[in-house]
């Protein structure tokens, strides 16, 4: 096959879901086949490892982003005999200006679910284009079944064998590391020395980071042994307003916002934290908790959407809408040294299920799929 995709978003997106996502397919696609010939589309530095003897890499411009997608993109496929073209950024840039087949990745459905949780920019070209993209696509790949179920439940007139399911993975720097040696650093850097509970994912009231400040507040007088909790992430609006809420709580000095954490420090926060907390209330697929238990850390997470697909039963599983079973969770994890140990293990155990060269070879076999069908 001669098979193109819209690489621009390992740049235009980088630190996302998407970016890690488009990232890492592509680099385990070129690592595991030499026999298809590849163009990345790619806008920005960083190029050289993606060189390769099947791979050409066809430089764009980072705005004028219209161009490409309407006219340049299309006219480079059809004068190019490309058998497909993958649009990793949920397919958003596909239009009737495409006569090669086209696959997209659809990541979750959430303006359609949560519509009130994205921003409105976002939110109004999502709702706009995503029926004509999921009409127009000859394939769908999305991360995990609940996805593909939500996919089919709002576009029911399309056949299930149209949406093929590729999981995602953490990437191989989350990995067990010395804990103690892990623990000391954090509590070096952000100033305090007890155990700490950890929340990494935005802010965004889909993520329900404040239940995770009230149940705390609730309990941290009831842990056997002081603990502080951890809120890591940039701070914009919606965490600004957590902030200001946390100062207004008796646990008050025993929560701290990190702000920005640059991506090679991450390993060592999971590694350091007593437990990781993750109660979204939805999730396309949820790579927080698997990059938690990647690295031997015990994991409270919500009980809904496709988190229990990713953590089956090598963590706790709390209803996110119940704050007392959050609260009641915390304290038995916790108080618990070795409940602790035994979901750290069971948590790596199923981690390793996950890789980016699966995902890969999963997407390798729907492109397959989707250019003989």
């Known amino acids: 096959m001669n098979i193109s ?9 980088n630190g996302t879901g998407i970016g890690t996502y488009t990232e890492n397919l592509i680099k385990e696609l070129l690592y595991i086949d030499t026999e298809d010939e590849f163009t990345l589309f790619w806008t920005g530095k960083n190029y050289e490892q993606y060189k390769k003897d099947n791979c050409n890499i066809v430089f764009t411009s980072s705005r004028h982003g219209s161009f490409y997608e309407n006219y340049y993109f299309p006219t480079f496929l059809k004068n190019n005999k490309i058998d ?8 958003i840039g596909l239009n009737d200006n495409y006569n090669t087949n086209c696959v997209v990745t659809i990541h979750d459905l959430i303006p359609y679910i949560l519509p009130e949780t994205t921003g409105r920019g976002y939110l109004e070209r999502f709702l706009k284009n995503m029926p004509s993209i999921i009409d127009k696509a000859k394939g769908i790949l999305t991360v995990s079944e609940y996805s593909k179920k939500d996919i089919l439940k709002f576009f029911n007139h399309i056949p299930e064998d149209k949406v093929h399911v590729t999981p995602l993975a953490a990437n191989s720097n989350f990995k067990p590391l010395d804990k103690i040696s892990c623990k000391n650093y954090i509590q070096g850097r952000f100033n305090f020395v007890t155990p700490y509970i950890l929340y990494i994912g935005g802010f965004s009231s889909r993520k329900n980071a404040k239940d995770i400040i009230i149940a705390f507040d609730k309990v941290y007088k009831d842990l056997k042994a002081p603990h502080t909790l951890l809120l890591a992430g940039a701070i914009k609006d919606e965490g600004k307003k957590l902030v200001e809420f946390s100062k207004t709580l008796n646990s008050a000095e025993n929560i701290i916002f990190t702000g920005f954490i640059e991506d090679e420090l991450l390993p060592t926060l999971y590694n350091g934290a007593e437990a990781f907390v993750y109660p979204s209330l939805y999730e396309g697929f949820g ?3 698997l990059e938690a238990m990647s690295c031997k850390t015990p994991v409270i997470t919500s009980n809904i959407t496709s988190i229990p697909e990713v953590t089956g039963d090598s963590c706790l599983l709390v209803n996110p809408l119940n704050k007392n079973e959050l609260e009641e969770t915390l304290i038995t994890l916790l108080n618990d040294d070795d409940l602790k140990s035994k979901l750290s293990e069971k948590g790596y155990e199923r981690s390793l299920k996950f890789s980016w060269k699966n995902t890969a070879i999963k997407t390798l076999e729907a492109y397959k799929k989707i250019n003989n069908s």
């Open 5 to 13: 995709i819209d690489a621009r978003g390992i740049n235009l997106y």
């Open 287 to 289: 790579l927080p908790p």
């Open 84 to 91: 497909l073209h993958h649009i990793p950024q949920n397919g």
